[in-house]
């Protein structure tokens, strides 16, 4: 991507640097800044042969060799409809209609990119210049590049390849929207339930916050605390023609412990408790009938805590704990904590796991 003016100034955030490991999850990352720095292994790893057959030509030459479509050439240049801009290698959401400008640059071009982590910078000196590469989070696929010199009040100007996106309109996202349902999990650290998830055959979209407290939009810190009554939860959009709600809550119940009141293994405080967040009656109904059959089968020997609560609002954690497995795998907690999880999960549903 070309750049508008020369003098663009660096903008890159500063590599993580954990400072006093702790094997719980608050001490770990409290530390931590964001996580859009290079360095981190995709959650999708696929071979070039892979890809190749996946993508079509051009878009393999831009998405995994860092090509760059002609200028004024992309199908989603003009593009005003309503709707969302994914990834077009992995279906990764990475920016909406609204977030869409007119940059007369030649490639599409948006002001700001969708919260959670979904993109990553990487700075990039090819061709002489000094850039800022943005490449998806998810399956690493190269999408152009970021500059500071947009014309809206967030300054930024994501100048992204046509072919590097697949666009969904809003009409499209009802019919599968109709498909989908969400529901809102606590059990213990969200970086192993979240982790879990993605994995599940069926899940579309999980996403780590807080839900169930009392202070609006709290830091992660903040809930550390343990005083903003939030839990730390992971919310799942499944589609329901592949997975179910009953699945969805027979893994909970397989990777965390419900029966130790406001604790998980090391990690202790309210905002690790076990609660299942339903959206309505059919949710609260099925969550029910699956404790009460647990307690029945006596499957645990201790009775089960988990909380059964009406859902109220879920608020995204910070950047950086978005995919935070994926992107730690060599950390302490991730793998004397979270990898044990994961294998077994692994073993428990290795039918259902996403190919
Ligand atoms: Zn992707």
């Given amino acids: 991507m070309k750049t508008y003016n020369k003098s663009i100034r660096s903008y890159y955030l500063v590599a993580i640097v954990f400072l006093g490991l702790a094997l719980n999850a608050c001490g770990q990352a409290s530390t931590s800044s964001n996580k859009k720095t290079a360095g981190k292994t995709p959650q999708i790893q696929k071979t070039d ?101 947009g014309p809206t009040e967030t300054g930024m100007r994501y100048c992204v390849n046509s072919l590097s996106l697949e666009f969904v309109s809003q009409k499209e996202l009802k019919t599968e929207a109709q498909k989908m349902d969400t529901i809102t999990l606590g059990g213990g650290c969200y970086w192993c ?19 169930g407290g009392t202070v609006n939009d709290p830091s992660y810190k903040q809930v550390c605390t343990g005083t903003t009554g939030h839990a730390e939860v992971v919310q799942i959009v499944y589609d329901n023609t592949k997975t179910s709600l009953d699945e969805i809550l027979k893994v909970f119940f397989t990777v965390h412990d419900p029966t130790t009141l406001n604790r998980q293994g090391a990690d202790a405080g309210t905002q690790y408790r076990s609660v299942i967040f339903y959206r309505n ?54 793998k004397l904590v979270i990898q044990p999880k994961i294998e077994k999960f692994e073993k428990v549903f290795k039918d259902r796991l996403k190919k």
Avoid at 62 to 79: H, I, K, P, W, Y
Avoid at 108 to 125: A, H, L, N, Q, V
Wanted: proline fraction near 2%; charge should be negative.
């Fill in 49 to 149: 042969e892979e890809w190749k057959k996946e993508l079509t030509e051009d878009q393999y030459y831009v998405l995994r060799q860092q090509g760059t479509e002609a200028a004024f050439s992309g199908e989603l240049l003009m593009n005003k409809e309503k709707g969302v801009y994914k990834c077009a290698a992995c279906g990764n959401e990475l920016f909406t209609d609204d977030m869409k400008f007119d940059s007369h640059c030649g490639w599409p071009s948006f002001d700001k990119e969708i919260k959670g982590g979904k993109i990553i910078t990487k700075e990039d000196y090819s061709h002489g210049m000094r850039r800022t590469e943005i490449e998806c989070a998810k399956c690493g696929g190269h999408l152009g590049h970021l500059f500071d010199d």
């Fill in 281 to 334: 009656e059919d949710q609260k109904k099925t969550a029910m009938s699956i404790i009460e059959a647990l307690q029945k089968e006596k499957v645990y020997s201790n009775p089960i805590v988990t909380q059964v609560d009406a859902f109220k609002k879920f608020y995204i954690a910070e950047d950086y704990h978005q995919d935070y497995y994926s992107a730690n795998k060599e950390e302490p907690y991730c």
């Fill in 193 to 211: 339930v979240e982790a879990v998830y993605e994995m599940l055959e069926g899940v579309v979209k999980v996403e780590s916050g807080f839900s």
